[in-house]
Nanobody, 119 residues
Framework: QVQLAETGGGLVQFGGSLRLSCVAS????????MGWYRQAPGKERELVAN???????NYADSVKGRFTISRDNTKNTVYLQMNSLKPEDTAVYYC?????????????WGQGTQVTVSS
């Protein structure tokens, strides 16, 4: 199992910025596909952005041009830079690691970090 720990959430005003970080345990980080998901109250969890290994980042349409996902394999860390934040970005943000074991695809999740954008 991959242990994930997110930091960087908080309260920010409309138009502000935050950077989320997620540190992963173990020595497999460079081989993992990493992603950020979010879940707002009363809504289902949704993909915000992911960055395969190897591969190019992908973004939800709602965050394109505002959010940037990146990774530093030397630090076992994936980041989510969030700019031009809107109240509708308010949610709990979860880091996710995706790995394949045999034919099984396994998702490991962090505990989540709250992001609140005030209008």
């Amino acid at each position: 199992q991959v242990q994930l720990a997110e930091t960087g959430g908080g309260l920010v005003q409309f138009g502000g910025s935050l950077r989320l970080s997620c540190v992963a345990s173990g020595s497999m980080f460079s081989t993992l596909d990493m992603g950020w998901y979010r879940q707002a109250p009363g809504k289902e969890r949704e993909l915000v952005a992911n960055i395969p290994s190897p591969g190019r980042p992908n973004y939800a349409d709602s965050v394109k041009g505002r959010f940037t996902i990146s990774r530093d394999n030397t630090k076992n860390t994936v980041y989510l830079q969030m700019n031009s934040l809107k109240p509708e970005d308010t949610a709990v943000y979860y880091c996710c690691a995706v790995r394949t074991v045999g034919r099984a695809v396994i998702y490991d999740w962090g505990q989540g970090t709250q992001v609140t954008v005030s209008s």
